[in-house]
């Protein structure tokens, strides 16, 4: 891992990825392009998810489905900043996701990328909050899904992070 990434427990033992350093400031205006630039890095490799040995491939079109998606325009405030700086950790979220699931592809649009259907996982990701001294105070928790599409030709490529939320009962005190 990455030394601005960390793999840490929260509840019941369960895995997040501890993302250190904020790359992605401000809440108002995220600056997506430079986010869409960042992930295009991951381009052309591909991951395994240990839990059920699934080998997730990176395709040219996720950086912008990532950045562009409606889902994503959507967002405001804190999520908006956690997708952006979830970017970090792709391949880290990919190790620990949980809960496979699949859905027959129900949109035409989506016939040839995802014409063998959609696989969703479950993942989760921290980010600091810092006091006024710039100590770190908590943790912010984030629980989000993994959209996979299974193209035809067998591959499963990482389409979007979607459906994110904040642990709201109780920040991870440090």
Same mark, same amino acid.
């Given at each position: 891992?990455?030394? +601005? =990434? @960390?793999?840490?427990? #929260? *509840? $019941?033992?369960? &895995?997040?990825?501890?993302?250190?350093?904020? !790359?992605?400031?401000?809440?108002? +205006? =995220? @600056?997506?392009h430079? #986010? *869409? $630039?960042?992930? &295009?890095?991951?381009?052309?490799?591909?991951? !395994?998810?240990?839990?059920?040995?699934?080998?997730?491939?990176?395709?040219?079109?996720?950086?912008?489905e990532?950045?562009?998606a409606?889902?994503?325009?959507?967002?405001?405030g804190?999520?908006?900043?956690?997708?952006?700086?979830?970017?970090?950790?792709?391949?880290?979220?990919?190790q620990?996701?949980?809960?496979?699931?699949?859905k027959?592809?129900?949109?035409?649009?989506?016939?040839?990328?995802?014409?063998?259907?959609?696989?969703?996982?479950?993942?989760?990701?921290?980010?600091?909050?810092?006091?006024?001294?710039?100590?770190?105070?908590?943790?912010?928790?984030?629980?989000?899904?993994?959209?996979?599409?299974?193209?035809?030709?067998?591959?499963?490529?990482?389409?979007?992070?979607?459906?994110?939320?904040?642990?709201?009962?109780?920040?991870?005190?440090?």
């Amino acid at each position: 891992m990455k030394e +601005n =990434i @960390a793999e840490i427990s #929260v *509840e $019941n033992g369960e &895995k997040a990825i501890f993302i250190r350093r904020v !790359l992605f400031k401000g809440r108002r +205006n =995220i @600056a997506w392009h430079e #986010v *869409e $630039n960042y992930l &295009k890095s991951f381009v052309g490799k591909s991951y !395994l998810i240990p839990e059920y040995g699934d080998r997730i491939f990176i395709g040219t079109d996720f950086p912008d489905e990532y950045t562009g998606a409606t889902y994503t325009k959507k967002l405001k405030g804190t999520l908006a900043k956690a997708k952006a700086n979830a970017a970090q950790a792709v391949p880290e979220l990919l190790q620990i996701a949980t809960n496979r699931r699949f859905k027959e592809n129900l949109k035409e649009k989506h016939c040839q990328d995802a014409g063998n259907g959609w696989y969703r996982y479950d993942t989760k990701f921290a980010l600091p909050v810092y006091g006024e001294n710039q100590e770190l105070e908590r943790l912010n928790i984030f629980y989000a899904v993994l959209l996979v599409r299974h193209s035809y030709n067998g591959k499963r490529y990482l389409y979007d992070i979607v459906n994110i939320k904040k642990e709201t009962s109780r920040p991870l005190k440090l």
